[in-house]
């Protein structure tokens, strides 16, 4: 499981797919998102402009992300 540390109060989840390693750029992950392939707290997300706050638990092809503050 990765772990990102929150430097504000959220993160974009396009942006934690770029920090995570699981995206090789804005691209990927807007493709990623778009099609379906990416859950928050276990439910499909369709915006990759998203918040993800502390707590938050991203999951995309088999890897998982959690947010931490």
């Known amino acids: ?4 540390k929150l430097r504000d109060d959220y993160i ?3 942006q934690a797919l770029k920090a995570a390693g699981l ?3 804005g691209v990927d992950a807007k ?5 379906g392939k990416v859950t928050v707290n276990g439910e499909v997300e369709y ?12 999951s995309y ?3 998982t992300i ?3 503050a």
């Open 12 to 14: 974009k989840l396009s």
């Open 31 to 35: 493709y990623a998102v778009l099609d």
């Open 61 to 63: 092809q088999g890897e």
């Open 66 to 68: 959690r947010i931490e």
């Open 47 to 58: 915006q990759r402009g998203k918040k993800l706050h502390a707590g938050d638990i991203v």
């Open 23 to 25: 995206a090789e750029s």
């Open 1 to 4: 499981m990765e772990i990102i």
